[in-house]
């Protein structure tokens, strides 16, 4: 692994502190903690535990990885519709309209699912994995999470004639990636980690992600050609949820709370980003343990703070204080904010 990142820089800095809880029969039974920012084109305007702390962003950082894809004058090229950008900076449910989605654009490319490198994984549609079972079919790379992004790497890679082993760190396409990465978070990267899809996961530091997000966020239509790709992305995951995660999902479900206004983008391992245009605002968030649930209350409590999401809207309550009930439908506990956080 090249630029391996040591536990010393994980752990620079201030410590994480605690932001989500898990509460049974009145008692803390789980504690989540972890780092938050909220920044502005000035930088951080607001910050929870250690805005250093160096992380993989995982897949929240896709729109980032994206960006060559549009700049390059790739995307027109191929003639790819703002459906198929939101897909581009996708972590899928491998459901039927994303599996659809991402053969279509391989066959108007004339490429084949094997072309692909992310490798191939049971769907977390049901009813698509339910399809597979009962037809015995096993999964393609199509079904994949992350194919709407590599389908958009193999759209560049054909632009810039570049090889097919577009996963590799040192192939031209990655290393536009990652001069766009460490252009966008203000530092460079101190390395990479291999990502569960096969490509290369620039690290940086929380506020780095954060800065890149408020960039998104302050980017202007015209305002050349990075900021008009930046806001292609953010309106093209704002205005087709369904594409970036699917039914269910946190992603699907805040955006559409919040009317299009708002780009939002999970990652694994316990990371969050947001894209408020209306407000400037970028917002990235880091749960140390890794836990996706904590992840989501976070990021759900930053938008009803920043006035973006209602407090009272149920995608927002599923995800800020939802309720844990047994198989008999009996409640047994409540995940919420810890008290003093916000």
């Not at 897909?87 to 039927?96: K, R």
């Not at 900021?227 to 970036?244: D, F, G, K, Q, Y």
């Amino acid at each position: 692994m090249n630029g391996a990142i040591s536990a010393a820089e994980m752990a620079g800095g201030p410590g994480p502190v605690p932001m989500v809880g898990l509460w049974r029969g009145g008692r803390l039974e789980s504690l989540h903690s972890g780092h938050a920012v909220v920044c502005d084109a000035g930088g951080i305007v607001e910050c929870w535990g250690d805005a250093d702390a160096v992380i993989y962003p995982r897949s929240s950082c896709k729109m980032l990885q994206a960006l060559p894809l549009v700049e390059s004058g790739a995307a027109d090229a191929a003639g790819l519709t703002d459906r198929q950008l939101a897909l581009a900076c996708a972590s899928h449910q491998g459901a039927a309209l994303h599996v659809g989605a991402v053969q279509d654009w391989l066959a108007n490319l004339g490429l084949a699912e094997s072309d692909l490198r992310c490798g191939a994984h049971e769907p977390y549609d049901r009813a698509e994995r339910d399809r597979l079972i009962r037809a015995g079919t096993a999964p393609c790379q199509c079904h994949n999470n992350c194919s709407g992004k590599h389908v958009g790497m193999l759209t560049a890679t054909r632009h810039l004639r570049a090889g097919p082993e577009y996963v590799d760190p040192d192939h031209p396409l990655q290393t536009e990636i990652r001069a766009a990465f460490e252009q966008v978070t203000g530092e460079p990267s101190p390395g990479y980690g291999i990502d569960g899809c096969s490509a290369p996961n620039f690290a940086t530091s929380l506020a780095g992600l954060g800065r890149a997000m408020a960039f998104f966020a302050t980017a202007r239509d015209g305002g050349g050609r990075r900021e008009t790709a930046a806001v292609r992305l953010t309106r093209a995951m704002a205005a087709h949820p369904e594409m970036v995660a699917g039914e269910g999902r946190a992603c699907t479900e805040l955006m559409r709370a919040m009317g299009g206004r708002v780009a939002i983008k999970t990652g694994a391992e316990g990371v969050f980003v947001a894209i408020a245009p209306d407000k400037g605002l970028g917002m990235a968030v880091k749960i140390t343990d890794g836990a996706g649930r904590a992840a989501e209350a976070v990021i759900a409590a930053l938008l009803v703070r920043h006035g973006l999401a209602d407090a009272a809207h149920p995608a927002v309550i599923r995800r800020l204080a939802p309720v844990q009930r047994n198989w008999r439908g009996l409640e047994t506990g409540i995940l919420q904010l810890v008290p003093g956080f916000l």
